[in-house]
Every structure is written in structure tokens, then in C-alpha cells.
């Protein structure tokens, strides 16, 4: 077969883990090449929150374990599956930590999330802070034009903002350190304007930290190419064919090709064949070059599937609104049917399992006045207007009226605010629990007392949103090994085929251990792939 270009490692799609495996191989004495098919560097990580769920990383190393993260991560993820075996558990727990420690040799500066385990205080072994890490904050002029070259999103927003203090600046109206917080970040765009710096936070920020890398270490980087399928020699992937600037190119991968090409959370028919109905591309917050590509082309060689009904769920305004006080989440009869304040993840299960598509937030001028409703970015004090024009929010004088406009049953809204505000008075959900847990107050209102997530809703005027189950990416997807080499349905692995990220089944099990759960995992199975490809044990 004639080869246009030959490496050792072909990685396919520029998503979390492109630069770490590259910079693998290159320190082992060998060579990688990312292919990445849009004009945007960084796949959904670059316009994600960059958060990494590390258990003993070296900031929680004195309070963590591998036991200990073990114990947690099996009792939220319960019963193994074909993408959660035990060994692929294993390997995540035992090399996420090198991983990072890899990168911050390489320069990369972390910091706590300062968020909690998402099931701290439900399961035992879980940690308060720190397991949840995220780049520092980053000076964007330090990669040059490539500062320009990745994509847009209110989850990486283009402030220097920190990642945990955007659940401080929603309630900066109710506490000090709200207002602190403002005020440090208007001292920062200040001193931007004043010096020319460009300090961003979250997944650009990671993303830059690994351009900078790679254009440090000279690692090749090919955009606007696209990869189009895989190609065979016998029963092992020797490489790709790729469309570059108009021409058919075929790149040998000596070692291996891995697949890092996200999920299919913008290809409708494979949303319409596989996830929970009903189902929209408009319903994702994942980068448009996540179509599906990477998992259609190894299926097409004998790939194994799992999980591919599970998305990374984020439904609107779910925890960030809905864990504040005077909101709740109710179904067509008016009725709560989970704890708003959980997981995201756990929240678009419970919206498909009760039927709700959409839910219904209910609010009232309490919270309109008190907080930014982030779900249509209404200011405190700004024009609800052009959304009452839209119909995104609907407003009434009672909750008869409210049910009325939305479609709701009047007598069980009615009935559900009232109970709900008997909660809010004693502190205690005695439904759900929300309040109870430490994550379910990361986004809540410290001042409210006693429960810091819940609020009475009695004062007009009452509104309410629609709640829709919007994804992050797709979790679903090619069954990978502990070495993240690709599975065909017997279990034998497809030669020269790893894969990564939400082209996979993810090691989680469809469940969110904290925040960070689709990056950590995707930059250590990169990380792991390409020690593999490589031959090599430890760097």
C-alpha cells in the first residue's frame, strides 16, 4: 500500500487527550500526528468547564488513596459492565494520577475545582475537595493566532474567570464573598485592559496549556482534515484515508491509530436510533464536529458497542438554577419527581424515566430578584422581555394561572408549591433530600437559611421555563480494554485500533462521579493508549 505520510501514532480528532498521547510517543522516541477535521482546535473540551476528576492527584494525595477512590467509584458506579470492567477501573484510578503528573512536568499548572464528590456524604470514600482539578488560569497570548482557534461556549466563557468562582458571582447580590469574587474579576479585566494580558479559564484554557506543548515540542497538528475511514492490513488497522484541502491522502500508523473523535451528539439519526426519545441535535452543548465518525468507522470493522443509549446529560438550568431556593423542577401533573440539585447527569435519567420531556421550572419574583437565571441568562435587574415576547419564559399573577399557560395540572402545581414551601420553612425536603448533600449546595444560596437550597415560592409574580434534556456529548460507545485497544464482540482486540473520550463506552458506567467525569477519563485512556502504541511502561 503506498503511504502519502507515515507515523507511529495517527490520532484522530484534537479533543482531551490528542496532545498528551503525541507528546507520549514523541518521548519515547517515536512519532504522532493529530488529524483534526474542523478549523477549531480542542473538540468539546476546549469550550467545556476544563474540569478533570483525578482521584489522588497531588493536590488530594495527603486525604486520597487508590484504595479509597476505588471504594468510592464502585459504590456510585455499581455492578461492571462491558466498558466498566474492573481492570479498565483499575487502570483509570492507577494512572490518572501520572498522567497528571506528566503534565505538570511538562508545565501545565492545576488547581481545585473546589467542588465536592458529587456523592459525598451519600457513599462512603468520598472527598470534600480537590479530586476535581482544572487548569489555572491562562495567558492566551502565549500561544499566538492559535489563541483564535478554538470554539465558542457559556461554558468557557471569554472572562478571566476561575472555574469555581462562577458559583460564587450567581449569589454575589446575597454574601461577601460573592461580591469579593466580582470584584476580583472586575480588578482582572481591568488589569487586562491596562496590560494586554488574555487570562482565560476552564477548557480553553486546558486546551491552550496542550497547544502550547505541542508547539513547544513540534508536534504535528493537521487541521481541516478529515479522516474518512480505516485502513487494513490483514486483521490489524495499519492506518486512515483522509480528505485534506480538496485530496485523498493515506497516513500509515505503524503502532496504532487512536480514536479521539468525540461521540454523535450532532448526527440526528444516530440520536434518532439509539438515545431515549425525544432526542434533538439542538439539545447539545457538544462541539458541531461530534458526529459520529470515529464509532461508525470501527463498527465498520467489527467493533463491539456498549452503552450507547447514555449521554452526558445536562438538562436546562439543572443544578446551577434548580439548586437554588424558590425553584423547583415539576412533570406535566405538577409534581416534583427527583432532587434538583443532583448531578446533571443523574437528572436528564430522571427526566426521560418519569416522562418529563420538557419539565417545567417554577419560579417565583423572589428569585428573580435575588439571582441571574442562568438557563436564559437573565440579569437581576434586566428586561425579562424579549423572552415573555419568545415564550422561553412564561409569567402569571397566580400558580392557577401559571399551570394554566404551561399546561400543567393547576390542583397538583398548587398542591406540590404549597408542599414545597412547607420544606423550605423546616429546612427539610422530606421527598428528596435536596440541601442534603454537599454538591447539592456547590451552586446554592450560603445565605438561605436553613437549607441553602431551598426557598418558599409565595411572591408574584410566578414563572416558569421549559426544562429540556440537554447533553454535553454522547457516553456511549466502542468497548475498549484497560489499554484502551478497541474490542471486537468476542473480546479480542482490533489490532492497531485504540480509542478514547466519548467515542467510548465510558469506564463511569453511564454514572457521574464528580465533576470532570468525561475529561479525566478521556485524557488518561489517551495517556494510557498511546504508553501502549509505544511499548513503554513509565516516562
Not at 439539545?283 to 443509549?309: K, L, S, Y
Not at 412533570?331 to 440539585?341: D, L, S, Y
Not at 458506567?509 to 493508549?529: D, E, M, Q, R
Amino acid at each position: 500500500m503506498a503511504w502519502y505520510e507515515s507515523y507511529d501514532l495517527v490520532v484522530v480528532g484534537s479533543g482531551a487527550s490528542a496532545v498528551v498521547a503525541s507528546l507520549i510517543m514523541k518521548r519515547a522516541g517515536m512519532s504522532a500526528i493529530i488529524l483534526e477535521k474542523q478549523d477549531y482546535f480542542g473538540g468539546t473540551t476546549a469550550i467545556s468547564g476544563g474540569v478533570m476528576w483525578i482521584p489522588n492527584n497531588h493536590l488530594v494525595r495527603d486525604r486520597d488513596s487508590p484504595d479509597k477512590a476505588a471504594r468510592y467509584f464502585d459504590a456510585v458506579i455499581g455492578a461492571h459492565r462491558p466498558g466498566s470492567t474492573p481492570e479498565r477501573r483499575a487502570a483509570y484510578i492507577g494512572e490518572a494520577p501520572r498522567m497528571v503528573d506528566f503534565l505538570v512536568e511538562n508545565g501545565v499548572k492545576f488547581a481545585s475545582a473546589q467542588v465536592a464528590d458529587y456523592y459525598h456524604g451519600y457513599v462512603p470514600d468520598g472527598v470534600l475537595c480537590d479530586r476535581s482539578i482544572g487548569p489555572a488560569l491562562y495567558d492566551m497570548r502565549r500561544i499566538g493566532d492559535w489563541a483564535d482557534r478554538f470554539g465558542e461556549s457559556w461554558r468557557s466563557p471569554q472572562i478571566p474567570v476561575k472555574n469555581h468562582e462562577i458559583g460564587e458571582l450567581l449569589v454575589a447580590k446575597r454574601n461577601w464573598k460573592g461580591r469579593i469574587t466580582a470584584a476580583r474579576l472586575g480588578w482582572r479585566i481591568f488589569m487586562e485592559k491596562l496590560t494586554g494580558r488574555k487570562l482565560r479559564g476552564g477548557g480553553r484554557a486546558l486546551q491552550a496549556n496542550m497547544i502550547e506543548i505541542a508547539l513547544r515540542e513540534d508536534l504535528p497538528i493537521s487541521m481541516n482534515t478529515e479522516v474518512r475511514g480505516l485502513l487494513m492490513d490483514g486483521d490489524r488497522v495499519a492506518g486512515v484515508v483522509a480528505l485534506r484541502e480538496g485530496r485523498e491522502v493515506r497516513i500509515e500508523a505503524r503502532r496504532g491509530v487512536l480514536l479521539n473523535a468525540g461521540g454523535f451528539s450532532h448526527n440526528q439519526a444516530m440520536r434518532d436510533q439509539y438515545l431515549p426519545q425525544p432526542s434533538k441535535t439542538e439539545w447539545t452543548f457538544a462541539n458541531p464536529g461530534d458526529t459520529g465518525e470515529g464509532i461508525r468507522m470501527a463498527t465498520a470493522i467489527g467493533a463491539a458497542t456498549d452503552m450507547m443509549d447514555s449521554a452526558w446529560w445536562v438538562p436546562t438550568g439543572m443544578p446551577v438554577d434548580a439548586s437554588k431556593p424558590h425553584f423547583m423542577v415539576v412533570n406535566k401533573a405538577g409534581k416534583r419527581f427527583c432532587n434538583e440539585a443532583k448531578s446533571y447527569a443523574e437528572s436528564g435519567w430522571a427526566l426521560y424515566k418519569d416522562g418529563a420531556v420538557p419539565a417545567f421550572g417554577i419560579f417565583d419574583s423572589q428569585f428573580r430578584t435575588k439571582y441571574t437565571l442562568v438557563s436564559l441568562m437573565l440579569q437581576p435587574f434586566g428586561s425579562a422581555q424579549a423572552h415573555l415576547d419568545s415564550g422561553a419564559l412564561v409569567q402569571a399573577g397566580t400558580i392557577a394561572e401559571l399551570a394554566a399557560k404551561m399546561g400543567i395540572d393547576h390542583a397538583g402545581l398548587e398542591a406540590e408549591v404549597a408542599k414545597m414551601n412547607r420544606f423550605a420553612r423546616t429546612g427539610i425536603d422530606e421527598d428528596f433530600g435536596k440541601g442534603a448533600q454537599a454538591y447539592n449546595r456547590h451552586f446554592a444560596d450560603p445565605g438561605q437559611r436553613p437549607n441553602p437550597c431551598l426557598g418558599t415560592i409565595t411572591n408574584p409574580p410566578f414563572f416558569a421555563i421549559r426544562i429540556w434534556p440537554v447533553d454535553v456529548g454522547t457516553c456511549g460507545g466502542l468497548l475498549t480494554d484497560e489499554h484502551a485497544r478497541v474490542l471486537r464482540e468476542d473480546g479480542a482486540p482490533i489490532g492497531g485500533l485504540y480509542a478514547t473520550g466519548n467515542t467510548t463506552a465510558s469506564v463511569m458506567g453511564g454514572s457521574y462521579v464528580g465533576a470532570g467525569s468525561t475529561i479525566g477519563p478521556s485524557l488518561t485512556f489517551g495517556y494510557i493508549a498511546a504508553k501502549h502504541a509505544a511499548g513503554v511502561n513509565t516516562l
